[in-house]
């Protein structure tokens, strides 16, 4: 440096310090590039911080955050991880126990569980867990599956619950007394507090144990799986409205090359992952909750890991304020037929499944599109209530208290009581909502917990069997043909509290991590014949 720029730089201070004379540098908080930091500088001693960094993953009962990346300003140190004295922790104040009333500003909070502390050099978790250099800190947040005995509306609930991503809340936004799937956007409740001494490889400390880091912005959010779907709309076949819907595309799809036919899965939600709009909302108007029924259930992103390559398309049915005339069954089969005609889909390898209400829309559907499906999974749902020929009254406790080995003597393979006005009434149903799908005959697997608090399990073995009877008296298909067409997997209470599943009506969610769905589901083709 010259002499004549060095006296001109110490002029322009002297300069400074005579107009500004109260001012002190180390009042000063380093601009990060990221202004809605710098409040958060000054509040803490934490200069060294930039900012975090959110990554969250659709586990089997929620879809939460993963892991905190805490970003410093220089290649650090991992502080070293003692899980009976963790250098972080992480508290949130506003987690919900499901349906009920969050624990916001009372000063209550769930602690969310450390699993490990690792170096990086990206915001981004490593399968080995080990450091490497760089100056993300990666702590890793454990899966909310552990559970325990409550005595509100399921029976049990997670021993943690802290850090979940995808609310289901009441949405007074839609003026309507129920719950809204969305995407958590606001993570200011949730503190994360730093014990220790950060240091970089001079061994210097770079931030000091001083306490709660900034706070998690929503654009800093990663979401493992949902960021790979794209969400889109068209306009309806029949009443010309908005169909909305996310989809996945596998990595090498290439559109040109049409002698790659993909196989779909097309998987419909159930009501609380439904379109939502504001009071008032009008054409043109955005949903309070795009792309929430990605997180709602595992369903829609367990197929991304899948050794086939598939299509992904999660229809997001109208439900709420919808500012134009709509029908579900329409959006469905216009998403459906968009598809077919726009992508590089094997029209002989769709395959739909739907939870709860979307199990109901989907059985609207096939009454006059089955000749489309391979193969439909019904999980949490059926097409009408009924009650098996074989039922025997609940035992008294708590909810419906079945167990697996009951609910199955309902299922001996033929009704015992074929002349029972009860089975004739449920038979006649099944002939008029199961007609297409027996003359396609499209295979109808029901998945539903023995305990299902929505809608009774009665529905399902009623549903499953109807179409045994119908295909073995009717069309005098063999019980092995039957057997493929026609599938009964029950899961009990024990099977469901493994996964952290408290609302067993959730068994969407354990089919979903059950590796048998998928294997024998991708190997129908709509040109099998039983």
């Known amino acids: 440096m010259s002499f ?25 908080a380093p601009d990060h590039g990221n202004p809605s930091l710098v409040k958060k500088h000054a509040e803490y001693p934490t200069y060294g911080v930039v900012r975090l960094h959110g990554i969250s993953k659709v586990f ?24 009976a004295n963790p250098p972080y922790t992480i508290r949130d104040y506003a987690a919900p126990y499901m349906r009920e009333e969050y624990d916001r500003g009372n000063g209550v909070y769930s602690e969310a569980k450390i699993t490990a502390i690792y170096s990086n050099s990206k915001p981004a978790m490593r399968s080995d867990k080990k450091s490497v250099g760089g100056k993300y800190v990666i702590i890793e947040i454990a899966q909310i599956k552990e559970v325990e005995p409550y005595s509100g509306e399921f029976g049990y609930h997670p021993v943690h619950n802290a850090v979940i991503a995808t609310w289901r ?52 959010l990663a979401n493992i799986e949902i960021d790979e779907f794209v969400h889109s709309s068209i306009t309806t076949q029949l009443y010309k409205s908005q169909a909305r819907f996310s989809y996945y595309l596998p990595k090498g799809y290439n559109p040109n090359n049409k ?19 504001s009071n008032g909302a009008v054409m043109g108007d955005e949903p309070e909750n795009i792309g929430g029924q ?7 992103v367990r197929w991304l890991t899948e050794n086939e390559d598939v299509i ?20 469905i089969s216009s998403i459906i037929d968009y598809f077919l005609a726009e992508y590089n889909v094997n029209p002989d390898r769709v395959y739909a499944i739907g939870s709860s209400a979307g199990t109901s829309q989907l059985n609207s559907y096939l009454k006059t599109n089955a000749s489309k499906i391979a193969g439909f999974i019904s999980c949490n749902g059926f097409v009408f209530p009924g009650v098996p020929s074989n039922f025997v009254p609940p035992y008294s406790g708590r909810l419906w208290g079945y167990t697996k080995e009951q609910v199955l003597s309902w299922v001996p393979g033929t009704p015992q009581h074929v002349n029972d006005a009860t089975f004739q009434a449920n038979l006649e149903k099944a002939r008029v909502a199961f007609s ?37 008296n009717d069309l005098g298909l063999s019980d092995a043909d039957i057997d493929k ?11 469901m509290l493994e996964e952290g599943i408290v609302e067993f009506h959730g068994a969407v969610n354990k089919a979903a991590v059950d590796p048998d769905l998928s294997q024998e589901l991708l190997k129908l083709n709509r040109t099998d014949q039983y």
Request: aromatic letters at 10%; hydrophobic letters at 40%.
């Open 294 to 300: 990605l997180g709602r259930d595992r369903m829609s």
């Open 485 to 495: 067409l026609v599938k009964l997997v029950l899961y009990d209470d024990p099977e």
């Open 259 to 277: 002698n790659k036919k993909y196989p779909v899965v097309v998987f419909v939600t159930g009501n609380s992952g439904r379109l939502e709009f």
């Open 436 to 472: 297409e799908v027996v003359k396609n005959r499209v295979p109808m697997w029901y998945y539903q917990a023995v305990n299902d608090q929505e809608l009774p399990v009665t529905g399902s073995v009623t549903n499953y069997e109807d179409l045994r009877y119908m295909y073995k």
């Open 169 to 220: 809340q009441l949405n007074p936004a839609a003026g309507i007394d129920d719950t809204c799937t969305r995407f958590r956007k606001d993570f200011r409740d949730v503190e994360i507090i730093q014990h220790v001494d950060v240091r970089n490889g001079g061994n210097t400390a770079i931030v000091s144990s001083a306490g709660k880091l900034p706070d998690l912005l929503y654009e800093d």
């Open 4 to 28: 004549k720029k060095l006296v001109c730089q110490l002029l322009t201070l002297c300069l400074m310090l005579v107009i500004f004379p109260s001012m002190s540098f180390a009042d000063v």
């Open 60 to 83: 089997t009962a929620y879809h939460q955050l993963a892991a905190i990346a805490v970003e410093y300003e220089g290649n650090i140190t991992a502080p070293a991880f003692d899980p």
């Open 312 to 331: 992904v398309v999660a229809p997001q049915t109208s439900r709420v304020n919808v500012p134009y005339k709509y029908d579900a069954v329409d959006e």
